[in-house]
């Protein structure tokens, strides 16, 4: 098993930046592909970043491509999300997820669903002031 934890969310101005960190615990986190999440108030959690065990394959929301960057260190057991250009619409809570991989999957495996992931943060605020 896997915990995660959220920190780096804030208040900050349209346009601004913010960086997200997930820590999670265990000595097996480069077999965990992570997402990350956001679920503003009264909508659904939606899908913003993926990345893969080791970092070989990425992804992103079209509502954030080319404004977020999702990087990973293995030695450090985190996965951080750069965010930037932000929006009042990026206001959201943001969760990291993670998942278990076997050592037969691709290095490259990501997952952009919700149910894709067993292991949740407990989430951290964004609120982006226009």
């Known amino acids: 098993q896997v915990q995660l934890v959220e920190s780096g969310g804030g208040l900050v101005q349209a346009g601004g930046s913010l960086r997200l960190s997930c820590a999670a615990s265990?000595?097996?986190?480069?077999?965990?592909?992570v997402g990350w999440f956001r679920q503003a108030p009264g909508k659904e959690r939606d899908f913003v970043a993926a990345i893969s065990r080791i970092g070989l394959g990425i992804a992103y929301a079209d509502s954030v491509k080319g404004r977020f960057t999702i990087s990973r260190d293995n030695a450090k057991n985190t996965v951080d999300l750069q965010m930037s250009s932000l929006k009042p619409e990026d206001t959201a809570v943001y969760y990291c997820?993670?998942?278990?991989?076997?050592?037969?999957?691709?290095?490259?495996?990501?997952?952009?669903?919700?149910?894709?992931?067993?292991?949740w943060g407990q989430g951290t605020q964004v609120t982006v002031s226009s």
């Open positions: 265990g000595r097996t986190f480069n077999r965990y592909a």
């Open positions: 997820a993670a998942r278990f991989t076997s050592y037969t999957d691709s290095a490259s495996v990501y997952y952009t669903g919700i149910n894709d992931y067993a292991y």
